[in-house]
């Protein structure tokens, strides 16, 4: 069985600039997370799907963060515009349902200079 | 609101040696809890959960923990370390029913020494 894939895996951008992050989770499954982690943090729950409908976004900095996941499939994350405090690897997991257990992609790491 | 503590940001042993990784957490709800470990550029694995009845949980790779809901701990050890066992290790909570949401703590490196 096919885990999550993300891509790109590493992303190096200028502050101000925008960026996109596409997450394909494991076929079958319903529930899809983005997870925001800082070098010497856990990982911070940033969006969590259900099909295509959003069931928590409240700690999404909606003000240049944004998330879609059409068809209830793929997903995308975006940043316009991106800030130095952006720096991070970003995680993607998803789950079966939502009461499943996650599984995680291994994640992209976003430099912005 | 929930929390987890992880005391110790980096802990080294023998190999051979216990590893002892230390979590407490702060939950207004029965929790469920998880310890996660993850390799260098890789994601998060699950390692072991906690959500209702025994209270002592096996997991994989030979580790296990306890729910001691007196202490609001939920220890990792493995009697045992490898070499193979280095890893950045994560505790997590989230509420029993609570949509799944995950909570982290800010993690422990585990370093193997000969």
């Known amino acids: 069985e096919a885990g999550v894939a993300q891509s790109p895996r590493y992303k190096i951008i200028e502050k101000r600039q925008s960026v996109a992050f596409w997450c394909n989770p494991i076929s079958g499954h319903a529930t899809l997370y983005w997870y925001q982690q800082i070098l010497g943090q856990g990982p911070k729950l940033l969006i969590q799907?259900?099909?295509?409908?959003?069931?928590?976004d409240s700690q999404l900095p909606k003000d240049r963060f944004s998330a879609e996941r059409l068809k209830g499939v793929d997903s995308t994350l975006k940043i316009q515009p991106a800030k130095l405090e952006d720096s991070a690897v970003y995680l993607c997991?998803?789950?079966?349902?939502?009461?499943?257990?996650?599984?995680f992609g291994p994640g992209t790491r976003l430099t912005v200079t | 609101a929930q929390s987890v503590t992880q005391l110790g940001s980096h802990v080294s042993v023998s190999e051979g040696a216990l590893v002892l990784l230390r979590c407490n957490y702060s939950?207004?709800?029965?929790?469920?809890l998880f310890w996660y470990v993850q390799y260098p550029n890789q994601g998060l694995q699950l390692l072991l959960k906690y959500t209702t009845g025994a209270t002592l949980v096996k997991g994989i790779n030979g580790f296990e923990a306890e729910f001691k809901k007196s202490e609001t701990s939920f220890h990792l050890t493995k009697p045992s370390a490898h070499m193979s066992d280095a890893a950045e290790y994560f505790c997590?909570?989230?509420?029993?029913?609570?949509?799944?949401?995950?909570?982290f703590g800010t993690g422990t490196q585990l370093k193997v020494e000969l």
């Open positions: 799907f259900q099909n295509n409908g959003v069931v928590d």
């Open positions: 939950s207004s709800v029965p929790p469920y």
């Open positions: 997590a909570v989230s509420d029993a029913g609570g949509g799944n949401k995950l909570t």
């Open positions: 997991a998803s789950s079966l349902d939502y009461s499943y257990e996650q599984y």
